[in-house]
């Protein structure tokens, strides 16, 4: 039988017990939680299991088949799959209370941990009180819409596929034989005169081995491409004929290089329809929301429980520097 749930239960049965001292006790669920299975609560709290102390309730079996994902869950229909369930709850319950022993639920590690496991608690408590996003009114997602028009809007994108040379004469000698290159001559092109020499990876067609990527006008702040510098980016869009056509010049760059640019392909500009855009709007307001609401709490927090921090203690920290890499990636022959 597969464990992979034991990681993620094992570090909450571990960290749990460090809360028992303190509370005085197992705590009970709020009246208000729904209890997994359809249990009624006093089956819920029905024993099916003792570990020490440590008593096992129906509800700790249903919540922990609850937490399966549907296919993993199927495999637990039969009665017998149940047992087993509970045989690892109760291995799992035993390694837990041999680490309390241990002291290993007071280390920094367990106690990270349950940090963790406290902050997500919370976070899901606020993700129930925000509205999934279909409950949201059209009213809402259409004024989102109408005052972002903008984000909607898809200019014009163009594909760059340029040769990179370091000397310009040899720049436009290329530029001459890739004025008459079909796509397939510009893609061997590129890998007889490119400087450094490209590679082609196995699988990648040969017309593509030049290409950066797809950039928007000169002008678009959500038009770059980390691979294309700016210079290129503004000769493609200088290029008026159809794709496969290259501009009759050579580019400088800053860094010192040439290159011959050829348009790859261009999308129209367009512009996405409220209808098109109404499942992102309603994820991006259900987010915000709950980052408001978190906001919130973290403001009510920090009045209830007051923080200071010490920014000269935090300077003293020395960070070690990552190992320097042993060798370098070469570019990749294809854009996004």
Request: hydrophobic fraction near 40%.
């Amino acid at each position: 039988m597969s464990r992979a749930w034991w990681p993620g239960a094992f570090a909450l049965a571990l960290v749990v017990g460090c809360s028992k001292g303190s509370s005085g006790g197992d705590a009970k669920p709020a009246a208000s939680v729904e209890l997994p299975g359809g249990l009624t609560p006093e089956l819920a709290n029905k024993s099916v299991a003792k570990v020490g102390e440590r008593v096992i309730t129906l509800g700790e079996v249903a919540a922990t088949l609850d937490r399966l994902n549907e296919f993993d869950r199927l495999r637990y229909q039969a009665p017998e799959r149940r047992k087993e369930l509970l045989k690892e709850m109760i291995e799992l319950e035993l390694l837990a209370e041999e680490a309390r022993r241990r002291g290993l639920d007071k280390t920094p590690e367990t106690q990270a941990v349950l940090r963790q496991i406290l902050r997500d608690a919370m976070l899901a408590e606020l993700r129930r009180k925000v509205p999934a996003p279909a409950d949201l009114p059209q009213s809402e997602v259409r004024a989102y819409y109408d005052a972002h028009r903008d984000e909607y809007r898809e200019p014009e994108r163009r594909r760059v596929s340029a040769i990179s040379l370091r000397d310009k004469k040899r720049a436009e000698e290329a530029l001459a034989d890739a004025q008459k290159a079909s796509a397939v001559d510009w893609g061997k092109l590129a890998l007889k005169v490119s400087e450094p020499p490209l590679k082609l990876a196995p699988g990648t067609p040969i017309e593509v081995v030049a290409d950066l990527g797809i950039v928007g006008p000169p002008d678009d702040p959500r038009g770059d491409h980390p691979r294309v510098p700016p210079e290129l980016r503004r000769a493609v869009f200088e290029i008026s004929g159809a794709p496969g056509a290259t501009l009759e010049r050579v580019v400088p760059t800053s860094d010192g290089r040439f290159f011959v640019v050829r348009l790859a392909g261009k999308s129209p500009p367009h512009e996405r329809s409220l209808a098109e855009a109404d499942r992102s709007i309603r994820g991006l307001l259900v987010q915000k929301q709950l980052e408001a609401r978190a906001k919130e709490l973290e403001a009510e927090l920090a009045k209830r429980f007051p923080v200071t921090v010490d920014a000269a203690a935090l300077e003293k920290l020395a960070v070690p520097a990552a190992a320097p890499s042993s060798s370098h990636a070469a570019p990749a022959a294809s854009g996004r």
